[in-house]
């Protein structure tokens, strides 16, 4: 419907593109589709690791480039450079999923559609109009518009003044590039708004509801956009892989001074049954740190390994430095200790100082006293 304001051939079945396409042919159409709202529908990635990790580097090449405005440069074989491409609209995009990416989500307004959420009888009323023409017509006349506007330079002051009002609206929670991305689609709202009450076709009154009912709604996505940014930053991906590299069996933190921790199933740790010998606790996987207390050291080095390997077997590799995870794990506020100037604090581990980053127990782990079941067979359990 959206699409349909630049043209009447547009619907669900024929938009102008879609994620299969070629980074290449995504990047042309992007910049060709000047001042236009281009839609790129359906990101699925699924398919082999090679499939998924095409799918999500096009939607980093196309999506950083519309939030950077700078496309990619290239060179001839003769070692020229050749132009550079870059989105000169706006895209929409539309998927099952979100490319992955810390700084690229930042880069993107998010909204999550449930199911049920969309009237579908207003839905296909605007439709209709589409394909009838109308919303073409519309944007004809809202373009003319703008460009009345611009003629008698009406039009940057109006727009510097709302984007103003829209930041201050929406606060500053979140990514700093949340309140530019939210104020700016709030602003195009207002400059549409006010065109349409220039028109005669609605009243101050109803333009100041339209614009309650988006506040509140850009409000509601910057909170979600925050709890997106935090999901996907280098601490908390670090944090949830190392719970899952411990859960998994993939690691284990020892006690401070050797051995199983006083919490072991928690830590890596299990219990192996040995038959006629008994059951033994074994520590499972790669040691990662060890357990003083209520203190955790864990080791950067021996720890993102294991992480790194672990998040691409999920097809979400951890690119980061470890420079890079260590100071957002210090800017996140879960380094409790820190040498003077770094991002790890020496302590005495097994009769040697070593370089740690320090957490807090239970900023990380969330300890159960439970008992698991040991690792082995019942005889009774073979069915032959």
């Not at 790129?40 to 405005?69: K, M, P, S, W, Y």
């Not at 020892?254 to 051995?259: K, V």
């Not at 060890?290 to 097809?315: H, N, Q």
Request: net charge negative.
């Amino acid at each position: 419907m959206l699409q349909g304001f630049w043209g009447t051939k547009f619907d669900g079945a024929h938009l102008p593109a879609n994620w299969s396409s070629t980074g290449n042919a995504l990047e042309k159409t992007a910049f060709l589709a000047k001042d236009a709202l281009l839609i790129v529908d359906d990101f699925v990635a699924r398919g082999t690791r090679q499939e998924v990790a095409r799918t999500h580097a096009n939607a980093e090449r196309l999506l950083r480039a519309q939030g950077n405005q700078a496309g990619r440069s290239r060179m001839t074989s003769k070692a020229e450079l050749r132009n550079a491409f870059h989105p000169r609209g706006i895209i929409l995009a539309t998927g099952e999923d979100i490319p992955n990416g810390h700084s690229l989500q930042a880069r993107l307004v998010i909204v999550n559609v449930a199911r049920g959420a969309i009237d579908t009888t207003v839905l296909n009323g605007l439709q209709k109009l589409a394909r009838d023409g109308a919303l073409a017509k519309v944007m004809a006349s809202f373009v003319r518009w703008v460009a009345m506007e611009s003629e008698r330079n009406a039009l940057l002051e109006f727009i510097d003044m709302a984007l103003d009002i829209d930041r201050e609206n929406i606060g500053a929670s979140g990514h700093a590039r949340t309140q530019d991305n939210l104020a700016n689609l709030l602003m195009g709202l207002r400059v549409f708004l006010d065109f349409a009450d220039d028109a005669g076709e609605i009243s101050p009154q109803v333009t100041q509801a339209f614009m309650d009912v988006a506040t509140d709604a850009a409000c509601t996505l910057a909170d979600l956009q925050a709890a997106i940014d935090r999901e996907a930053s280098d601490a908390q991906r670090f944090v949830e892989l190392m719970r899952a590299a411990v859960s998994s069996g993939k690691a284990h933190i020892e006690h401070s001074r050797g051995g199983q921790p006083a919490d072991p199933r928690a830590l890596g740790w299990r219990d192996v049954d040995m038959g006629m010998s008994g059951i033994r606790t074994e520590a499972m996987g790669t040691r990662i740190g060890w357990v003083e207390g209520e203190m955790l050291y864990i080791d950067p080095s021996a720890s993102l390994s294991v992480i790194k390997t672990l998040a691409s077997g999920l097809d979400n590799h951890l690119g980061s430095s470890e420079r890079a995870i260590a100071k957002s794990l210090r800017e996140a506020g879960l380094l409790i200790k820190c040498d003077k100037g770094r991002n790890t604090a020496k302590v005495s581990v097994l009769g040697v100082r070593r370089s740690v980053y320090v957490f807090r127990m239970s900023d990380i782990l969330d300890l159960d006293s439970s008992t698991a079941s040991p690792i082995g067979y019942d005889p009774s359990d073979i069915p032959f």
